[in-house]
């Protein structure tokens, strides 16, 4: 069954350092997700991405972060000088053009 | 505010102890209710759509119902298999597709 992939599925960096989390969407969809899990809390949403550009991001989704489909399979998602508080478990997801979701396993991100 | 609340919050069953979890959510127009399930470390894995007041839709031991105000998700006869948290989430008619709103979370575990 096609899935979404995501690497790292750890990442630990500095605070203040700049990462990049990748995203393999399933090769048919067109819509491309990224949300976010906050240890214990709910999944929220961050950004959405068609035909190459945001169409709808959260208040959470501040100048700090970008997105980025650079080549015909990967999705990205850049945070530029990371804070304590954007340790989280990051999500991608995608669709086609039907209205259900399949999510990668997650890369958890720890900023110290 | 759109809002979804999950409860309870955690559900211990024994094998075969039929029960209910319980999503109820207040949105601006609901575009489509959603049941996921996420293991531990993993992404939500999708398991039902619901659109409208009255539908129901079946999945092995799982059913899940829709109201104007909340849905539930029906395990009948769980097995230990069936452990995991539950999300519910909704998409509402400010956002657009994909921009789910997610609960907490119902963490159910069944013992043998």
């Given at each position: 069954e096609p899935e979404v992939?995501?690497?790292?599925?750890?990442?630990v960096t500095q605070m203040g350092q700049e990462v990049i989390l990748r995203c393999v969407p399933i090769s048919n969809h067109l819509y491309f997700?990224?949300?976010?899990?906050?240890?214990?809390q709910k999944v929220e949403f961050l950004v959405s991405f068609y035909n190459n550009e945001i169409s709808e991001k959260s208040e959470i989704f501040d100048d700090q972060f970008s997105v980025e489909r650079p080549d015909g399979s990967n999705f990205t998602l850049k945070i530029r000088s990371t804070k304590l508080e954007d340790s989280a478990m990051y999500f991608c997801a995608s669709r086609p053009g039907?209205?259900?979701?399949?999510?990668g396993a997650g890369s958890r991100l720890t900023v110290l | 505010e759109d809002q979804v609340t999950q409860s309870p919050e955690a559900l211990r069953l024994q094998e075969g102890e039929s029960s209910s979890l319980n999503c109820s959510y207040t949105v601006s127009g609901l575009r489509g209710l959603f049941w996921?399930?996420?293991?531990?470390?993993?992404?939500p894995e999708f398991l039902f759509t619901l659109y409208s007041a009255?539908?129901?839709?079946?999945k092995e031991r799982l059913k899940a119902t829709l109201t104007k105000k909340e849905s539930f998700l029906?395990?009948?006869?769980?097995?230990?298999?069936d452990?995991?948290?539950y999300l519910c989430a909704v998409q509402a008619n400010g956002g657009s597709q994909g921009n789910l709103i997610f609960g907490k979370g119902t963490k159910l575990s069944v013992k043998p």
């Open positions: 992939t995501q690497t790292p599925s750890h990442q997700y990224w949300y976010r899990q906050i240890l214990g039907a209205n259900v979701l399949t999510f | 996921y399930r996420q293991d531990p470390g993993k992404g009255g539908e129901e839709k079946e029906h395990i009948t006869a769980p097995k230990p298999e452990s995991a948290t």
